[in-house]
């Protein structure tokens, strides 16, 4: 048995229509993600990037996508997110952007380091809070994005998926 290293790049669906992010689906993303590879990097990035690129992990409401992809390729996918310039789900092209957030080795980090990143938002919100009752919402939602020790001991969602492939 061999195993293979992956790489799972973090990234954020950037758009001014706030109906965008509640309409792309992975398979759009993917598909966007292919065609930047292939305009960026040409049939060899292409080849090298799709051996085991796969879109792990899609939330429409917070525009967050988990994409992963060969340890040894993970710099041409990088490179070429910058160029995916729209996104076509349900015959409608969609003007948006993906912005890198985090590239990690495995899924724990990436979940761990979303968990920090909206935690900062988060922060970043409460210090623009105009109001008691504002400040009072975001302050309730900030103190329920924290892993406690029993979901971080069971939550264990990255055992399907350990990296080792066989040929």
Same mark, same amino acid.
């Given at each position: 048995?061999? *195993? ?29 993600? %292919?065609?930047?590879?292939? *305009? ?27 994409? %992963?992809? *060969?340890?040894?390729?993970? /710099? +041409? ?41 909206? /935690? %900062?938002?988060? +922060? ?10 504002? *400040? %009072?919402?975001?302050?309730?939602? +900030? ?9 971080? +001991? ?14």
């Amino acid at each position: 048995m061999v *195993r293979f290293k992956n790489r799972y790049v973090l990234c954020e669906v950037v758009s001014e229509d706030p109906q965008c992010r509640q309409c792309i689906e992975d398979r759009a993303v993917g598909l966007a993600v %292919r065609d930047a590879i292939g *305009r960026v990097h040409g049939d060899f990035g292409l080849a090298c990037c799709s051996i085991s690129f796969t879109v792990k992990y899609l939330n429409a409401y917070t525009g967050t996508v988990l994409l %992963r992809c *060969r340890k040894d390729s993970y /710099r +041409l996918l990088c490179s070429a997110l910058p160029f995916v310039r729209q996104l076509e789900s349900r015959n409608q092209r969609y003007p948006c952007f993906l912005n890198t957030l985090h590239v990690g080795g495995t899924i724990r980090t990436c979940q761990k380091f979303l968990i920090e990143y909206n /935690r %900062r938002q988060l +922060l970043m919100l409460l210090q623009n809070c105009t109001n008691e009752e504002e *400040r %009072r919402c975001v302050q309730k939602s +900030l103190l329920s994005c924290s892993l406690t020790e029993e979901q971080y +001991l069971s939550g264990n969602e990255d055992d399907d998926d350990d990296g080792t492939e066989t040929d």
